[in-house]
C-alpha cells in the first residue's frame, strides 16, 4: 500500500497580523507550518509565537526568491506548499491538493489560479482574470531563480500541471495598502533591472505608465469591476511609473559614487 504523502506548508511574513491566525488555521492539513518572519513590527511574530505546532523563524529580508529558497530548505515533508499570508485555500481545493499528492506518480509541481478580492470585493477583470502561480512543488524538485528578485518564478526539474480548483487571495484591503505594495515590488523590481544594466527613459517614465492603464482598463476590462477596478489600474500604472522612477534614481546615485 502507497505510504501517504504529506506536506509542509512555507509562508513568508512581514506585518500580516491582520491574516496570520486564519492562514494558519486554513492550512491544519499539513503536517508541518513553517512560517519565516522579516522581523515584523506589527505584533505579527508574537501571535505566531501564541499558536500549536507552528515553527517560525525571523530572517532579514533580502529578496523574495532568496526568502523562498530559504524556506524550502527547511521543509521536511515529501511535498511544499507554499502560501502567502493573505491567501486562502478552500474545501474544494485542499481535497484537490491531497488527492493529487497521493495519486500523481510523475507530476512534481502544480499551479493553482488565484481569485482577487479589493476590499473583500471580487475583482473579475483588471488585469487578474488570467492570474496563476505555482504553490505546490515535490520536496527537491524546485528553486527560485535568484536573478529574478520579484515575480520570482521557480526552476522545476520534472512536469507540472494546473490544478482544477482556486485560491482565494485577499490581497489589498485599501488603496493606500495597494500603493505601499506597488512601491515595494516597483524598488525590488527596479534593483533588478539595475543589476542587468537597464536604464530608463522619458518612454519609461511616461509612457509606459500610459500603456499599462489602458491595457488593464479598457483591453482587460478593469472598467467592468467600477471604482475598484480604476483605482487598481491607476496604482498598476503608477507601480510602473515608479520602479522606472527608482531605476532612475539608482542609476545617479550610481554615476554619482563613481565620479
Keep these: 500500500m502507497k505510504n501517504e504523502q504529506k506536506i509542509s506548508v512555507l509562508i513568508i511574513t512581514y506585518n500580516e497580523i491582520k491574516h496570520i491566525e486564519n492562514v494558519i488555521k486554513n492550512v491544519d492539513f499539513a503536517e508541518e507550518i513553517i512560517v519565516v518572519d522579516s522581523f515584523s513590527t506589527d505584533g505579527t511574530f508574537e501571535k505566531i509565537k501564541e499558536l500549536k505546532n507552528v515553527k517560525t523563524i525571523q530572517r532579514k529580508f533580502k529578496n523574495f526568491a532568496d526568502?523562498?529558497?530559504?524556506?524550502?530548505?527547511?521543509?521536511?515533508?515529501?511535498?511544499?506548499?507554499?502560501?502567502?499570508?493573505?491567501?486562502?485555500?478552500?474545501?474544494l481545493l485542499k481535497n484537490e491538493i491531497l488527492e493529487e499528492i497521493n495519486n500523481s506518480d510523475k507530476i512534481i509541481a502544480f499551479m493553482v489560479k488565484r481569485l482577487y478580492f479589493f476590499k473583500q470585493k471580487r475583482i473579475r477583470f483588471s488585469g487578474f482574470q488570467t492570474d496563476t502561480t505555482y504553490r505546490l512543488f515535490k520536496k527537491g524538485t524546485v528553486k527560485y531563480t535568484e536573478n529574478?528578485?520579484?515575480?520570482?518564478?521557480?526552476?522545476?526539474?520534472?512536469?507540472?500541471?494546473?490544478?482544477?480548483?482556486?485560491?482565494?487571495h485577499y490581497c489589498f484591503d485599501s488603496s493606500s495598502h495597494y500603493k505601499y505594495k506597488m512601491e515595494h515590488y516597483a524598488k525590488l523590481k527596479a534593483l533588478e533591472l539595475f543589476n542587468k544594466g537597464k536604464k530608463s527613459s522619458a518612454y519609461h517614465l511616461y509612457v509606459r505608465p500610459v500603456i499599462k492603464f489602458i491595457t488593464n482598463y479598457i483591453f482587460r476590462l478593469g472598467i467592468l469591476d467600477g471604482k475598484e477596478g480604476f483605482q487598481i489600474c491607476y496604482l498598476s500604472a503608477y507601480g510602473v511609473y515608479f520602479r522606472y522612477q527608482e531605476l532612475k534614481n539608482l542609476t545617479l546615485i550610481s554615476v554619482g559614487s563613481l565620479g
Design 67 to 91: 526568502q523562498r529558497n530559504f524556506a524550502i530548505q527547511q521543509a521536511n515533508c515529501d511535498w511544499i506548499l507554499f502560501i502567502d499570508a493573505d491567501e486562502r485555500i478552500p474545501e
Design 148 to 168: 529574478k528578485i520579484v515575480h520570482e518564478m521557480p526552476e522545476i526539474d520534472g512536469k507540472s500541471k494546473l490544478f482544477k480548483n482556486t485560491m482565494l
